[in-house]
């Protein structure tokens, strides 16, 4: 142990103190990560004015391109389809889990209820938050993420245009523009199929079925539960817009990006869906059974 | 003609299973399975999809919880809330979940990493060398996420009836033993088996999609790009309507009782 300039041993750390080290990088990078999402979501937020005001024929582009896609159904459509066709399988589903569950108690008719309560406050949100993911988020990454990688954002930004409002603003209100159609489309579907299916098929008493069903379908849940896909979507977009927007790593990289927010989108699409459940109908929800 | 190159695709996808199951049978068969490869793309796989399927279950227990014991309460049934939780998590909650999460997460680990090598001709090389990438890249793959599958589904099942339990112990004033009842009366090991089961379809599916839109990618960083979204977005859409088909299958040959 040699002695510094001040006659004093030089402190020497000890063998743990590369872990403490170590854990202090990580703690760093996930501190810097959390940042860059806080400051990312800000701009894009404060800058949607401009969006409004500067960028609205491409806020309308970006809307139909999202809604419809190149005109196929489900490779390059756009969310609308998707957004149908999971509404059919979610409506076959929970028409085909409810009436076995409650036919054995001889309640089959009941599947009103479920119809109205189960598919309006969750399911449909939930699927409309994963087709969002699956369909707009995915191919916004793709989109933003090869622009990140071929600087094309960077020219962007040298043409004299803002990046984050003209990129990831005009996504993010155009794709919200497309939700409450959409969202309602699905929520369409999936009852048309319930009903169907259970009138049809399961040979239930129509009139029992509709009055359980109509009587547990309130306006208000309606708009509650539009409310909730409306914030999945925008949870969704963001998430994707974020990792399209700092993509980096060549071709790989770009699709690595799809993954993690694909993975990111479907947890915060679960976890906002349980809170804005309890938010919405508080832990022990009340229904009203008049009659 | 955009009806009959869907056709096409279709057809291509079923000729990659057929091959794909013809070299999983013979090369195991033979012992010539690439087991190694086999481990490393199921553990890849398995760290890129277990945190997030701890993640999304707990909620979804508790949704399901909350939800049902707010509506069972009502008319004074709330034994039920365990077979509530039973027949949503076990029969559809885990198996979808499990599915979202493989063709999410790992569909889209799939479709780059082939993707990014057949836009830089890696495939064609290999092909050029006597090398089948089918055989030697994506078989281990496809029998990766059959591995994956039922750790996945099991893990979900467990998370979720566990924060299921606890949310309808503590909130709703359910007794536990009254709960695991009238849970074992609705849930069957039946439901397990075919839970099980549709995570392993939901797999099979995910593994032969990914695989052939990744194989087919081109025109640089973009392609990938494209690829992976078209590979998750026909992986959501085909797990949800193959759980549709499984589930009227399960109904119709094992009806729901009571024990």
């Known amino acids: 142990m040699g002695l510094s300039a001040t006659g ?47 960028y609205r024929r491409e806020t309308l582009d970006r809307m139909i391109d999202l809604a419809w896609g190149r005109g196929s159904l489900i490779v390059d459509g756009g969310v609308i389809s998707v957004l149908i066709a999971l509404g059919i399988a979610i409506g076959g589903m929970v028409a085909i889990e409810a009436w076995a569950t409650l036919n054995i ?6 599947t009103g209820i479920i119809g109205s309560l189960a598919n309006n406050r969750e399911m449909a949100p939930l699927v409309a938050g994963i087709a969002f993911a699956a369909q707009c988020g995915t191919r916004m990454t793709a989109e933003i993420g090869s622009m990140r990688i ?3 954002i960077d020219a962007v930004e040298a043409m004299g245009l803002r990046p984050i409002p003209f990129v990831v603003g005009t996504r993010l209100v155009g794709g919200l523009l497309c939700v409450a159609p959409g969202y309602a489309l699905t929520l369409l579907t999936s009852f048309f199929v319930l009903d169907f299916v259970v009138r049809n098929f399961y040979h239930a008493a129509g009139g029992t079925y509709q009055h359980y069903f109509v009587e547990f379908l309130t306006p208000a849940d309606l708009v509650y539960s539009t409310l909730k896909a409306t914030v999945f979507a925008a949870a969704v977009i963001m998430i994707h817009c ?9 071709p790989v990289g770009v699709g690595q990006a799809s993954g993690r927010a694909v993975r990111a989108s479907l947890v915060a699409v679960m976890t906002l869906d349980f809170v804005m459940t309890i938010i919405l109908w508080g832990l022990k929800p009340t229904f009203l059974f008049k009659g | 003609m955009r009806p009959v190159n869907a056709i096409a695709t279709v057809g291509r996808a ?47 227990g508790g949704m399901v919880a909350v939800q049902i014991s707010g509506l069972i309460n009502q008319v004074g049934a709330n034994s039920l809330v365990g ?16 599915g979202l999460l493989m063709g999410g997460a790992a569909a889209s680990a799939i479709a780059s990493d082939l993707g990014a090598r057949a836009i830089r001709d890696e495939l064609d090389a290999l092909r050029v060398m006597g090398v089948d990438p089918v055989r030697h890249l994506i078989v281990p793959r496809f029998l990766a996420l059959i591995v994956l599958a039922p750790i996945l589904c099991a893990v979900i099942i467990a998370s979720s009836v566990v924060a299921s339990f606890l949310l309808s112990l503590n909130v709703s004033d359910v007794a536990p033993g009254t709960y695991w009842s009238s849970f074992g009366a609705f849930a069957k090991m039946v439901d397990v088996w075919f839970a099980i089961g549709k995570a392993v379809v939901f797999g099979a599916i995910v593994g032969i999609v990914s695989s052939l839109r990744g194989m087919e990618a081109k025109g640089g960083p973009r392609g990938v790009a494209d690829a992976v979204s078209a590979s998750v977005v026909l992986n959501v859409t085909g ?14 040959f094992f009806p729901m009782r009571v024990a």
Not at chain 1, 17 to 38: A, H, N, P, S
Not at chain 2, 93 to 98: E, H
């Open chain 1, 150 to 152: 071929a600087e094309e």
């Open chain 1, 105 to 110: 108690m001889g309640f089959g008719a009941l």
């Open chain 1, 242 to 250: 974020y990792y399209g927007y700092f993509a980096s790593g060549g």
């Open chain 2, 14 to 60: 079923a000729r990659l299973l057929v091959e794909v199951l013809r070299f999983s049978i013979t090369d195991a068969l033979s012992g010539r399975l690439p087991v190694g490869e086999l481990v490393n793309q199921a553990w890849l796989l398995y760290k890129v999809t277990a945190l997030p399927a701890v993640l999304m279950a707990i909620p979804f």
């Open chain 1, 8 to 54: 004093l041993p030089h402190a020497v750390p000890t063998a743990n103190f590369g872990v403490v080290l170590r854990l202090r990088r990580r703690l760093d990078r996930r501190l810097q990560t959390v940042g860059q999402i806080v400051v990312f979501v800000a701009q894009v937020l404060y800058l949607l004015p401009l969006t409004f005001r500067r």
């Open chain 2, 239 to 252: 797990i949800l309507f193959a759980n549709l088909v499984i589930t009227q299958v399960e109904t119709m």
């Open chain 2, 83 to 98: 077979a509530a939780s039973g027949v949503g998590i076990v029969r559809q909650g885990a198996p979808i979940t499990a």
